[in-house]
């Protein structure tokens, strides 16, 4: 129906009356077009303001615009439907992030909705596996520049740099230097993709607000020479720049995000390659709130998943043995988490690294190893043995009772190794880590066939569930994402000093607890993918509660109900109502007091 202007334009005194009802409605931080004096085809052009077809006549008449849109009004459901029928059409998964950023570009409120509400279908695609196609083609499918990006010649003016950022309130920063993304090896600047795709899963997962999160790329150069040689390369080309220069780099860095948005600004760093990840986190940990995924994400998920395991071996914590296949950055960060879980259950350190083995492509951590490859990380976890460079010789001589593979080297966990620990453990535990499903160290079918449903089993990447003698066997996903949007929700509402070894244990253990027994009946040591959302939410409540209990979190007064305060701070993908409401006049406003 059309309104007249006249209609539409409200008696100035009842105006100021109601915008400030309305902005003292609105949710934390959340802008209007009024707050940001925009109107007209500008506002069709703000992506965190943009309802398209759904803005109401009113609206387009009172913002101006008017005519600027087809006639029709349709409510944010319809405008739903149809992106899910385009989107459902398009040929390939790499058409369909293309499709799924040109909305987020234009609406994000829709955006964020489609990803929410449908996450078991989207998360393939703005995350992994998809995600590694969308680096690896960055510069071809390139069409507006997103996130902040930091390159070695800015050494000097990061500050400067980061001041160009049009957002001023920004809580959260997830950095990459792409060295090594995913299992796909240095992307250089192509590796923006991460960095964003990570902060699209915050806000989808646990409600950050999108405004206040920050996509950055530190470019110092690629060592790949395909990118270098790649006309469509969108990075520096030059060969990385690993002198002290680098490392200056990312202090300069670090200390510019404090000053311009302060001491609690999140900062989560991403696929860097290992020595340099262990390296920041080791240096920025006490003096930031900082994390690193790959390391300290990877290591709560798969922890995680070990406990929920445990509570159906029945074989307590202090009592396992565990083997892993692979000593990279996952396993090493896998290690020092489990080891401080067992310090938790009772036994003493070196008893801890005592059940925990370690195995290289070279074979057995070793203490006469000398070579390099053994880091400081890795020293502790060396065994008073000979050199055993047979993997296999390995799991006869330990025996595990739980295997886990983080090498990226498909068919390592054999039939005859799968058979072998089910001829050991009632119950044995065997995770294949590797990414993606086509470098699992052995697959579900092969495990459940192999152990007649014995093996408690979880993957890196998905696989599809497994029948076996009329009982189907699901698959748990350690996905990183149960983990990383919770702890940066709590992190930035709490305002968490820093992120300690602890809270990441505590998550493993909350993350356990919210398997159910259906679940674990199912073969899932991981909750259903389904629910991740609702999850991660009680997830970040529960780390909160810990926070405040442990003296990390500055936020004051601290909250009574942790679970209330969280929800508070989630971001609403509803669109809101642009027209003040009109309320009662006060009467000594209409009398001019
Ligand atoms: P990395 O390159 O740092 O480490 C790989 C390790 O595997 C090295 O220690 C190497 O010596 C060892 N290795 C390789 N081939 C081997 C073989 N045939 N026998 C024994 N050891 C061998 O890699 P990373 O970052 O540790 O990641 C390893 C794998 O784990 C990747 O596939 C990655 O995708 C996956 N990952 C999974 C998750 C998750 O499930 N949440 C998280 C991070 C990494």
Redesign the pocket.
């Known amino acids: 129906m059309y309104v007249s202007k006249s209609k539409a334009t409200l008696p100035a005194v009842r105006h100021v009356s109601s915008t400030i009802q309305f902005l003292r409605s609105s949710s934390s931080n959340e802008k209007s077009p009024q707050s940001l004096a925009i109107q007209g085809v500008q506002l069709l052009r703000e992506p965190a303001l943009n309802k398209g077809l759904a803005f109401t006549m009113e609206e387009r008449q009172t913002l101006r615009i008017h005519g600027l849109l087809p006639p029709t009004v349709v409510n944010q459901d319809i405008q739903q439907e149809r992106v899910l029928l385009n989107f459902n059409s398009l040929a390939t998964n790499l058409n369909k992030y293309v499709y799924l950023t040109d909305l987020q570009m234009r609406n994000k409120k829709l955006f964020y909705r489609i990803l929410i509400e449908n996450i078991e279908q989207m998360m393939p695609i703005v995350y992994t596996p998809t995600v590694g196609e969308v680096c690896l083609k960055y510069g071809l499918i390139y069409h507006q520049p997103r996130g902040l990006y930091i390159t070695i010649n800015d050494l000097g003016h990061v500050y400067d740099v980061l001041c160009n950022w049009p957002e001023q309130n920004i809580e959260a920063i997830v950095v990459t230097d792409g060295e ?1 993304v ?2 796909l090896g240095d992307l250089g600047a192509y590796a923006m993709g991460i960095s964003v795709g990570k902060l699209a899963l915050y806000t989808a997962l646990s409600g950050v607000q999108p405004h206040q999160s920050l996509p950055v790329c530190i470019d110092v150069g690629t060592n790949n020479e395909k990118l270098l040689n790649d006309k469509f390369y969108t990075g520096l080309r030059h060969k990385r720049v690993t002198d002290e220069r680098y490392d200056q780099l990312i202090e300069e860095f670090m200390e510019a995000v404090k000053r311009k948005y302060g001491q609690f600004t999140l900062i989560q760093f991403e696929d860097f390659a ?1 020595q340099n990840a262990f390296k920041f986190l080791h240096r920025y940990r006490n003096q930031y709130c900082t994390f690193n995924d ?1 390391i300290q ?2 290591a709560a ?2 922890v995680s998943g070990l406990l929920s395991a445990l509570r159906v071996t029945k074989v307590p914590l202090r009592e396992n043995k565990f083997l892993f ?8 960060g896998i290690a020092m988490l489990l080891h401080r879980a067992m310090v938790d259950s009772g036994l003493t350190s070196q008893e801890a690294y005592n059940a925990i083995y370690l ?5 057995l951590l070793v203490q006469s190893r000398t070579d390099a ?1 053994i880091s400081k990380y890795q020293k502790p976890f060396c065994k008073d043995l000979p050199l055993m460079p047979d ?1 296999k010789e390995v799991i006869d001589l330990v025996k595990p009772t739980a295997l886990l593979g ?4 498909p068919g ?1 966990i054999s039939h005859e190794i799968i058979q072998k620990m089910s001829d050991w453990n009632e119950r044995p535990v065997i995770f294949a ?4 499903t086509s ?1 699992a160290e052995c697959t579900a079918e092969e495990v459940y066939k192999i152990s007649k449903g014995k093996v408690l089993f979880a ?3 998905p696989f599809e569930p497994v029948e076996y003698e009329g009982k189907m066997y699901y698959t748990g ?4 994402a149960f983990v990383f949007p919770a702890m940066a929700l709590t992190a930035m509402t709490c305002r968490v000093k820093h992120i300690t070894e602890h809270m990441f244990l505590k998550c493993a253990q909350y993350l356990a607890e919210m398997v159910t027994e259906a679940d674990l009946d199912r073969g899932l040591v991981y909750p259903p993918l389904k629910d991740i959302r609702e999850d991660s939410i009680k997830l970040a409540a529960r780390l909160a509660e810990y926070s405040y209990r442990s003296g990390i979190a500055t936020y004051y007064p601290e909250p009574m109900d942790k679970d209330e305060f969280i929800r508070r701070h989630v971001y609403d993908y509803e669109y809101r109502n642009f027209m003040p409401k009109v309320y009662p006049f006060p009467l000594n406003e209409l009398n001019g007091k």
Do not use: E, H, I, W
């Open positions: 090594r995913l299992g290992n790959d994400g990877t998920v798969a296949l692979g000593a990279g950055g996952a396993s090493t195995v290289d492509k070279d074979g490859a993997y983080a090498t990226g080297a390592l880590l590797s990414n993606p470098c993957s890196g990447s996903q350690g996905n990183n």
